[in-house]
C-alpha cells in the first residue's frame, strides 16, 4: 500500500533524482497531488534533510540513499525505475546518459516511463552545456527585460519566473501530459522540460501585443510593468506599500472615489495627464499608513492591496480563512495547490529516508 493514499494522483509512482531548482518544488506538488515519489539522493543527503528549505521541497515522499556511480546501487534505481509512471531529472545534457540511467537505459526496463528533464537552456542548442541560474535563462526570453523601472536595470524577480515559472510547472504539465498519453498508448516518452522556453511562454501575451503594437519595448511604458498610474506600487506614511491594479473603468472609478479625487479631473485614458494623477495618487497614499489604507479598501472593488512580507502574509485574514498557509514540521509553509473537490490534495506522511529494498517492497 502507497503511504499517499489521497489526492488525484493516488497511484501514481514517480521517481524524482536529487537536484536543485524547480525539481523538488515540482515533487512537493506531485506529492501534494498525491503521487507516491521515491527521492534517489547521494550517499549523506539524509544529514541535509531537517534544513528548513528541504523541510518544505521535500515534503511527502521518502527519500533512498544510493551511489549511482556504483554499478549495483544503479541496478537498484534501475529497479525503481521499472516500476515508476515517471522520473525526474535535472542534471545536465548527458549525466544520466553517462550514469547508464538515461531515458534509453530507462526505456528498456520500462517502456511506458515518461522521463521528466529540467534543465535552463534545455537538452540541446548552443547554450545545452553552459552553467546557468534563473536570472539568466528569463534574459534572453525577453521577459527579465520587460520587468522594472526604466530608469534603473531590470530587477530579479525572485526565481520565480525561470526557476518555478518557467520550469516546475511546465515540468509537472509536461510529466502529467506524458503519464496521460502512456496510458492510452502504452509508450512513454522523454519531456525536455527548458526554463527558457518555458519563461518564453510565460509572454506569450505580452508577445502579442508587441506585435499589435500594443506594447513598447522598454520598460515602465505599458499597461502592466508600472507604466500607468492605476498599476503600480505606491508608498504609505509608515514606508509601507500600496499595490494598485484598477485597470477596468469601473474600478478605476472605485479608486478615485476611495481617494477621494474628482474623476473630471483625472480620466484614465488621458496620457498627457498620467504625470499629474501619479503625483496625486502618490500623494493621497503618503497621507495614511499602509495597514490604514488596507482597512480603508478592504471589500471595495478598487483592486487595491497591501504588499506584505513573507512574515506577514499567513496571518492576512483571506489567507488565514483559506488556510493558505500553516505550520508543518515547525515552519510556517504554503499548503497544497490547487484545492480538489472529491479527491483532496494534503501534505503526504513519508518523509525521511529508507532502504531501497523498502521502497521497492512497497511498490511491488
Not at 521535500?58 to 534501475?78: F, I
Not at 509536461?174 to 522556453?197: C, H, N, P, W, Y
Not at 513598447?216 to 498599476?231: F, I, V
Not at 506614511?237 to 477621494?260: N, S, T
Request: proline content about 7%; glycine content about 12%.
Amino acid at each position: 500500500m502507497s503511504t499517499a493514499e489521497t489526492g488525484p494522483l493516488a497511484g501514481c509512482r514517480i521517481v524524482e533524482f536529487d537536484a536543485i531548482g524547480p525539481v523538488p518544488l515540482a515533487g512537493m506538488i506531485l506529492a501534494d497531488m498525491g503521487a507516491d515519489i521515491v527521492r534517489i539522493g547521494r550517499p549523506g543527503s539524509a544529514a541535509m534533510a531537517d534544513m528548513p528549505g528541504n523541510v518544505v521541497l521535500q515534503r511527502g515522499r521518502q527519500t533512498v540513499e544510493l551511489n549511482l556511480k556504483d554499478d549495483a546501487q544503479r541496478d537498484r534505481a534501475m529497479d525503481l525505475i521499472a516500476k515508476a509512471d515517471a522520473v525526474l531529472e535535472g542534471q545536465r545534457p548527458g549525466v544520466m546518459e553517462r550514469l547508464g540511467l538515461g531515458p534509453e537505459h530507462c526505456h528498456a526496463r520500462n517502456a511506458r516511463l515518461v522521463y521528466g528533464r529540467m534543465t535552463g537552456w534545455g537538452q540541446d542548442g548552443p547554450l545545452a552545456q553552459s552553467a546557468g541560474h534563473d536570472i539568466g535563462y528569463i534574459a534572453i526570453t525577453g521577459a527579465l527585460g520587460s520587468i522594472g523601472r526604466k530608469d534603473a536595470p531590470p530587477p530579479p524577480p525572485l526565481n520565480l519566473v525561470g526557476d518555478y515559472g518557467g520550469g516546475t510547472m511546465f515540468l509537472i504539465a509536461g510529466v502529467l501530459a506524458g503519464i496521460l498519453s502512456a496510458r492510452e498508448t502504452g509508450k512513454g516518452q522523454v519531456v525536455d522540460a527548458a526554463m527558457t522556453d518555458g519563461a518564453a511562454i510565460l509572454m506569450s501575451m505580452f508577445y502579442a501585443f508587441h506585435a499589435g503594437g500594443m506594447w513598447k519595448a522598454e520598460r515602465e511604458a505599458n499597461l502592466l510593468d508600472g507604466g500607468t498610474p492605476w498599476y503600480r506600487c505606491y508608498e504609505t506614511a509608515d514606508g509601507g506599500h500600496m499595490a494598485v491594479g484598477a485597470i477596468e473603468p469601473q474600478f478605476y472609478a472605485e479608486l478615485l472615489a476611495k481617494l477621494e479625487l474628482d474623476p473630471e479631473d483625472f480620466p484614465q485614458g488621458d496620457k498627457t495627464g498620467w504625470p499629474k494623477m501619479a503625483e496625486a495618487f502618490a500623494a493621497k497614499f503618503a497621507s495614511r499608513t499602509r495597514d490604514e489604507w488596507a482597512a480603508h479598501f478592504e471589500g471595495s472593488d478598487a483592486c487595491v492591496a497591501p504588499v506584505l512580507s513573507i512574515a506577514e502574509a499567513p496571518a492576512h485574514p483571506h489567507n488565514a480563512a483559506r488556510q493558505t498557509f500553516a505550520e508543518h514540521r515547525g515552519i510556517m509553509q504554503p499548503m497544497p495547490a490547487p484545492r480538489f473537490s472529491e479527491t483532496p490534495a494534503r501534505i503526504g506522511k513519508a518523509s525521511g529516508t529508507v532502504a531501497v529494498e523498502d521502497a521497492l517492497g512497497r511498490w511491488a
